[in-house]
């Protein structure tokens, strides 16, 4: 796989790629492994159909189960299914979710579970290079598979639906019908029907998205932290080996700031700082923990047979079973949220510690005349984000639902949880850019910076589009730009001995 070019086999996709798929201009292709993995479930699944009832292809679905479906019949099954099923509600989801949810089913039938005729792999693939997407409204799933997300594109594919452009701003309420754009047609059988829509493409797009957000914003906060420190002219030695010996995530952390701080010989102005900057290891390593296991749960489903039937093509069989369910999946993304709310109030914490004078030696709120507001907004600013994480740190898992006449009655709410951990990364990048500010602002005005390393360049990075004017002015745009670096200073996170993503 290239950055240009992303070939799915069902087997080595993962969340970074996803996000690549979705938001840039890369051409998707299907290995030749992975259209004979499909190829082979799609003979297997038609031969066990003739010799037993499979679900949703020879019987009804939900409390239909035990209706089977008569011969004559068969034809016109999964048609109403797909009709019945395509029932979304609300304004349509981002393009960049619905290319996700693309990406990640064509990775799923090519892992060879779905039995559903391999033609349709280059169906997905031509929507995606296209720049096509089928309309997929918000509200529609729970966590236990995107049937109307994957009807309505079940529906473009047999061409009774219209496909929209890619361009589409996801605004407004959903409107099925108003397409715009040609895509691919295919003849969809009925028979494939619940196999090309038992899955959770959307809820696990949304997701690999988000864990790749959310990493890429924890990285750039430890820099941003270090920038923190050294303004408030803190202490390393809550940082030093001996103190997160047997903690092999926070040490990193830790390992990370003292990277950063290599090239500063300042004399500390305290024995001992407020936690914001003591129990940053502690607080930022579980969230990068949490980060990493949501991450690897997410690339784990998305490179697994995951539908309801599953087709066994070594045993030759097909399986029900409760793979549709992605409880895993949820209560990972709601540890993170959690996680992530912590460390977002310890950025909230830093920034006020760079409106104080004793902290800074510079006039309160870093301003520059007597009486005047500085930075003074920015600590509403960052709050005010930070209580959206919060709000979004409510683990959807504590709900549930049973449904279909009784017959499934549990729901994870996965999908909830995946929408709140992209909501929340947000949000708490905007408080994040409020201390990047604040920060850089404060280095300039104490005449001091960063003597080498990554640490200089993201200083200089930042002081080279952060405007230097310190009057009162508005500092909206100053915050757009900050958060715009955020992908930068990321990348600046220094590399340690020891793999850093793995689960």
Not at 206 to 227: C, F, G, P, Q, Y
Not at 308 to 331: R, S
Not at 337 to 344: D, K, P, S
Request: glycine share 10%; hydrophobic share 45%; charged share 20%.
């Amino acid at each position: 796989m290239t950055h240009s070019r992303i070939e799915l086999d069902g087997t080595s996709l993962t969340c970074d790629l996803v996000a690549r798929a979705a938001r840039g201009d890369v051409m998707i292709a299907i290995s030749d492994a992975g259209r004979k993995q499909a190829r082979e479930a799609w003979t297997t699944v038609r031969r066990v159909a003739e010799r037993r009832p499979v679900y949703g292809r020879t019987t009804g679905v939900g409390a239909n189960r035990a209706v089977e479906v008569e011969w004559e019949d068969a034809d016109a099954h999964g048609l109403r299914l797909m009709r019945s099923h395509a029932a979304g509600a609300g304004p349509l989801a981002r393009p960049e979710v619905v290319r996700a949810m693309l990406v990640v089913r064509a990775n799923q039938i090519a892992a060879g579970g779905s039995g559903v005729d391999p033609g349709v792999l280059t169906a997905l693939a031509d929507a995606l290079n296209l720049g096509v997407l089928p309309p997929v409204p918000v509200y529609g799933a729970i966590g236990t598979g995107d049937l109307t997300a994957m009807a309505s594109t079940a529906l473009c594919l047999i061409g009774e639906r219209n496909w929209l452009d890619g361009g589409l701003d996801g605004g407004g309420e959903a409107d099925p019908d108003a397409g715009v754009a040609r895509g691919p047609h295919f003849p969809l059988s009925s028979a494939d029907a619940l196999g090309f829509m038992s899955s959770n493409a959307a809820t696990l797009g949304e997701a690999a998205l988000a864990v790749t957000d959310l990493r890429e914003a924890l990285d750039a906060s430890v820099v941003i932290a270090a920038l923190s420190l050294l303004a408030v002219r803190g202490s390393r030695e809550p940082y030093a080996p001996a103190v997160h010996r047997g903690q092999p995530v926070q040490g990193e952390v830790a390992a990370a700031v003292r990277s950063l701080l290599a090239y500063e010989h300042d004399t500390p102005a305290r024995i001992q700082d407020p936690y914001g900057y003591r129990a940053f290891p502690q607080v930022h390593g579980p969230a990068v923990e949490a980060a990493r296991h949501a991450e690897a749960t997410v690339t784990r489903v998305i490179n697994s047979a995951a539908e309801n039937p599953l087709v066994d093509v070594p045993d030759a069989e097909v399986w029900h079973n409760g793979n549709f369910h992605t409880a895993g999946t949820g209560l990972a993304l709601d540890a993170a949220r959690l996680a992530l709310f912590q460390t977002g109030a310890l950025s909230a914490a830093r920034l006020g510690t760079l409106t104080e004078p004793s902290f800074t030696g510079l006039r309160p709120f870093q301003a520059n005349a007597e009486a005047a507001s500085g930075i003074m907004i920015l600590e509403y600013v960052a709050h005010s984000a930070l209580a959206d994480v919060r709000r979004h740190a409510a683990p959807a898992a504590l709900g549930s639902a049973v449904l279909s006449r009784g017959v499934e009655e549990h729901a994870g709410f996965a999908t909830q949880s995946a929408r709140a951990t992209g909501e929340a990364v947000a949000a708490y990048r905007i408080g994040l850019a409020c201390e990047l500010v604040a920060a850089v602002r404060a280095l300039r005005m104490q005449g001091r910076a960063p003597s080498g390393g990554a640490l200089r360049a993201a200083y200089e990075r930042a002081a080279a589009v952060l405007p230097e004017d310190v009057a009162d002015r508005p500092l909206d745009a100053d915050i757009a730009i900050a958060a715009d670096l955020l992908p930068e200073l990321a990348r600046l996170y220094p590399a340690s001995d020891e793999p850093r993503r793995a689960e």
